[in-house]
């Protein structure tokens, strides 16, 4: 009994002081409870970069990550999992979290945005398709020089080591996605706009790479965060990816969404890289689908926001391969007793016009009828949400889905088709789309 008693005692925690917005959320189950699960957040010292980082009594062969530009948070075993599914995926994502934040005992000196107990999400495209939900048993932020881990367990703190990839060549053979299938595909779209059925449409196509070998996904992650420091390099239950796109930020009552639509290929050369930047800003078909893509974000946040500001011209967003119209829309929630959280936000902003289309109901119906994949989590919301419902979540676009014997990968990529939109043309930018993780698994 004595050795049973000292097992629970290792496993479970204190009774909870919960912390943040859900601390007041009832929840009776986690009331009757006598004990609650221990969760720790320390400052942490010096260590190796975030992708490289692996905890020895932990699984570390792949990790879920949020990553951009050296900073951000990666997450290492699994405390707990959940799938949802469905039109109310949002609300019951957050039913979840505030029933597993509520059995929680946080022990939290920092209180910053990020830290204390994380939950790593993942949503489908399509509501009918699986989102995943995962809290890592172990997490570790850096942002602006201060780094912290948190840990759930009365164990000691983890100790950490640094992983050291070396590249090998995968040999992939590539399949799928004909393009002159695909083409024909955007040129229905293109028909259905000039008929007045809708304004814009998104439409995705992927293509299979597959190999004798594992793909490792520290190398893809590493590689990706290399060559795209702009980016958010994310992996989460076999996603890895790069995202130019942040659907959105909540940082205690500021909102912000980045919104990118309309794209050129970069050739390498500085100089007409330039000129073609100026072009890509005057181009009124790129101007429009841009536009499009503004104004549904900021039509869906403004019910939540006391104030906005929607910059009334995009500014150019240079990527290693491609350059993107982007506008960053900010706003400030409405100051009430329930203000929204990111749930909130999420739900109404999914599927923006950038992946989707205009009116968003059509365009959903059209991309159901032509578009002929199946999209999973890709051009869905992937991110995380801290215990006061704060977070961030980019949009899973640069992508690819591993198989589960890590032996091939499905890559996607999207364009926005409108009335002026040319299919050779968009299908070029979907080739330059695919390069970011076409490279990353060549250069494996």
Known sequence: MKLLRDLCLDLLGSPAN?????????????????????????????????????????????????????????????????????????????????????????????????????????????????????????????????????WIGTKPQPSLRSVNTTAESLDLNWSGSNGDVWQERVARAVEKIRDGELEKVVLARFVTGTSSKTINERRLLNHLAHEYPSTWVYSHHGLIGATPELLVRLNRSLVTSRVLAGTIRKTGDDERDLALAGSLARS????????????????????????????????????????HLATDVTGVLVDSSSPADIFDLADRLHPSAAVCGTP???????????EGISR?????????????????????????????????????????????????????????????????????
Not at 361 to 366: K, V
Request: glycine residues 10%.
């Open 18 to 150: 919960h912390l943040g917005r859900y601390a007041n959320c009832s929840n009776r189950a986690a009331l009757e409870v006598d004990v609650h699960i221990a969760v720790t957040t320390e400052l942490l010292g010096e260590h190796p970069a975030l992708l490289n980082i692996a905890i020895p009594e932990l699984n570390d062969e792949s990790i879920t990550s949020w990553v951009r530009g050296g900073d951000g948070l990666v997450g290492f075993g699994v405390y707990k999992s959940h799938i949802v599914k469905g039109a109310q995926r949002f609300q019951q994502a957050r039913s979840w979290w505030q029933e597993q934040v509520n059995s929680l005992d946080i022990h939290n000196n920092l209180h910053g945005t990020g830290t204390g107990p994380i939950l790593f999400t993942s949503f489908s495209f399509d509501p009918s398709e699986e989102s995943h939900l995962l809290i890592p048993q172990v997490v570790i932020g850096q942002r602006n020089g201060k780094s912290w881990i948190t």
């Open 284 to 323: 009124s078909k790129d101007l429009e689908e841009h536009e499009y893509a503004v104004r549904s974000v900021a039509e869906s946040l403004s019910p939540f926001c006391s104030s906005m500001n929607v910059p009334e011209s995009p500014f150019v967003l240079h990527l290693s391969n491609v350059m």
């Open 360 to 370: 968003r109901d059509i365009a959903s119906r059209t991309i159901d009828e032509i």
């Open 376 to 444: 999973g989590r890709y051009a869905g919301p992937i991110g995380w949400i801290d215990a006061r419902g704060d977070g961030e979540l980019g949009i899973a676009l640069r992508c690819g889905q591993i198989s589960h014997d890590k032996k091939s990968i499905r890559i996607y990529a999207g364009c926005g088709i409108v009335a002026g939109s040319d299919p050779e043309r968009e299908y070029s930018e979907s080739q330059a789309k695919l390069l970011p993780m076409r490279t990353a698994l060549e250069r494996h």
